[in-house]
């Protein structure tokens, strides 16, 4: 009879271990021991000081802002009085050089000496003199039927909207921050549950062991706890990846490359 019962037992749990799902199921990330070295913590106070400050979409915003209010600086320059410089050098002889326009040397008047007779035209000289000219010219525009003052206030307005745009983007992030810490900080605690229950049924098993050693229990019975603890390994590996995840997704939002070797505060 003792044997009936425990053939039966085995091929009762051969058939659970046949209709079991076949999930291979692996940990992003194997869980720190007590012997190792602590786990930092993160804070949630932390992880929005770093996305402050490492968040892409943050810089992005913010360098748009800054980009729409220079602009808008420049849109002011050309109501501004105008006032433009000039200023040339140049190394040359003194000797007459036909320009467009001037009549050539032969159809001026003859020169003459003191005598009343023709004289010749002074020889070229290779003597080279400075010369300098200097300019300055001021301008303001009176009206020009609103162009100027109408682009001077479109680019304000688009500064504003950059600004404002630059505010709704930090808040958003701070949101997407405190919505991946608090999953992360879930599933952490989903973990601790799962690893309990995963401590209670080896309990059970152990207990069960003593029972059909003995004989008060069943064969039957431990192949049914050892499949219960079979399947809480499979929820505390699922619960893990789960954690790392979250902690990852946490990362994205704060604009951090790195890993996931952390823990989120309790707090």
């Not at 410089?85 to 009549?103: H, K």
């Not at 990362?251 to 505060?265: E, F, I, L, P, W």
Request: glycine share 4%; net charge positive.
């Amino acid at each position: 009879m003792k044997r009936l019962v425990v053939g039966v037992a085995v091929l009762l749990f051969g058939a659970l271990t046949l209709c079991a799902p076949r999930t291979l199921l692996v940990p992003l990330a194997p869980r720190a021991h007590a012997q190792d070295a602590p786990v930092p913590v993160l804070t949630l106070a932390q992880a929005l000081e770093h996305a402050r400050k490492n968040q892409p979409q943050l810089k992005q915003a913010q360098a748009s802002y800054e980009a729409a209010d220079a602009a808008a600086d420049a849109a002011r320059a050309p109501l501004l009085p105008q006032i433009n410089g000039t200023a040339s050098y140049q190394r040359t002889t003194a000797n007459f050089v036909a320009r467009p326009g001037a009549l050539p040397r032969r159809l001026n008047t003859e020169q003459t000496d003191m005598d009343g007779a023709s004289a010749e035209p002074p020889s070229p000289r290779w003597e080279s003199f400075n010369f300098y000219q200097f300019g300055a010219t001021a301008s303001q525009v009176i009206y020009d039927f609103g162009q100027r003052l109408g682009t001077l206030r479109a680019a304000r307005a688009t500064a504003r909207a950059e600004k404002e745009q630059a505010q709704v983007t930090h808040q958003s992030v701070e949101l997407t921050v405190r919505t991946a810490f608090f999953e992360a900080r879930a599933n952490k605690v989903l973990v601790t549950v799962t690893r309990e229950g995963l401590e209670n049924q080896k309990r059970h098993l152990a207990q069960a062991q003593t029972f059909v050693q003995v004989g008060t229990r069943p064969e039957i019975d431990l192949a049914q706890v050892r499949t219960e603890v079979a399947n809480a390994r499979v929820q505390l590996i699922r619960a893990e990846n789960a954690y790392e995840i979250a902690k990852a997704r946490l990362n994205q939002a704060m604009g951090r490359d790195g890993s996931t070797a952390y823990d989120v505060s309790d707090e």
